[in-house]
């Protein structure tokens, strides 16, 4: 069960209009490799963990990605909700807003909608954990070309701690799978 | 452990302590998820989740429910409903 | 990444019950902690996974 927390994980201080920026920052809101599809993806694949470890990571990390869902769309409000319409047109959040206004909504940068596909969960510990060790690697490379591309020290700043965060997932579910790994070994042998 | 009167802080403050401390005990909840049996994680894990009620208990009283399904309680009228919203600050 | 948290692939070891293709990730000690204020800012609280990204040393070509 899911308990909702009025209150950020980290601290977003964001004072500027920019919707171009909101649109890149999209990507991480509906995108292949952002939170949603991370926080989806480790909540699915929890119940095929054979290991009560594997399970606590998988369901903490999915919960606290959705948390960092929640800091990605404040940025991407943040950056809109005062812009006026001559602000939006010309940029490439314009055609986010022909069709959703200001409302975010779970595209990638593109305007790619998310989708299922993005995610994979196997009846298979073993490429389950490895799926995530990449979605980690790629969600941090995805920041990075994000912060390449921020010019707002509030957005940077955010970036980095989400940034940062993925690295820790990643030794996380390394971890997760020299157990789920062991745990197959000594299975053999009994 | 920096001693604090969380009742002298602003709003802001309380706020920025409590992600601070709650941030530290998501990570050692992490780690211990994957390392049960590490007793200092363990204390630290306590001892940070002690001074994080704290820290929220002085917050709630006076700017109402951080969290509700019975998680916490409201004064009248029902406060979870107020502002701000996350995005709102 | 640094070095306790890199992936290692061992490809000719001495131990022989080491079997293969297989991947090994470094177990992380709980060795220290960054004061909470730096831990929030930096995005983790263990100095041990910190791992800085500098985005300007990408170097211009044109």
């Keep these: 069960m899911w308990i909702y927390e009025k209150k950020l994980e980290y601290p977003v201080k964001i004072n500027t209009c920019n919707p171009a920026l909101a649109e890149m920052i999209l990507e991480q809101f509906g995108g292949a490799d952002g939170e949603l ?10 119940f095929v963990m054979p290991t009560k470890e594997a399970i606590a990571i998988l369901t903490d990390i999915g919960t606290e990605e959705l948390a960092h869902w929640e800091i990605i769309a404040t940025i991407v409000w943040k950056l809109v909700k005062d812009a006026p319409v001559e602000k939006i047109k010309g940029t490439p959040f314009e055609a986010h807003f022909a069709a959703h206004g200001r409302s975010p909504f779970p595209h990638d940068a593109a305007g790619y909608a998310w989708t299922a596909a993005f995610i994979q969960s196997k009846d298979d510990p073993i490429a389950n954990l490895y799926e995530d060790m990449a979605a980690e690697q790629k969600a941090r490379a995805t920041y990075e070309y994000l912060i390449q591309l921020s010019d707002d020290p509030g957005v940077t700043d955010a970036l980095s701690f989400l940034r940062e965060r993925e690295v820790v997932h990643f030794q996380r579910f390394g971890e997760a799978l020299m157990g789920v790994e062991e745990f197959r070994e000594t299975k053999k042998y009994h | 452990m920096q001693e604090l009167d969380y009742e002298e802080l602003s ?67 029902w406060k979870w409903v107020e502002s701000p919203w996350p995005w709102e600050e | 990444m640094s070095e306790l948290n890199k992936e290692m692939v061992y490809e000719d070891l001495e131990t022989e019950h080491i079997r293969l293709p297989k991947v090994y990730v470094v177990n992380q000690p709980y060795i220290d902690r960054f004061p909470l204020p730096e831990a929030l800012k930096k995005g983790t609280i263990f100095p041990n996974l910190y791992d800085p990204y500098m985005a300007k040393m990408v170097k211009n070509k044109c």
Aim: positive net charge; charged residues 20%.
């Design chain 2, 11 to 77: 709003r802001e403050e309380l706020k920025l302590q409590i992600q601070e401390l709650e941030f530290a005990v998501i990570e050692l909840n992490l780690f211990l998820d994957t390392h049960p049996t590490n007793q200092k994680a363990l204390m630290d894990y306590n001892m940070f989740s002690i001074e994080l009620n704290k820290t929220k208990n002085v917050y709630q009283k006076k700017y109402g429910p951080l969290t509700n399904f019975g998680y916490a309680l409201s004064s009248y009228p």
């Design chain 1, 37 to 46: 599809a991370a926080g989806i993806r480790y909540l699915t694949q929890r």
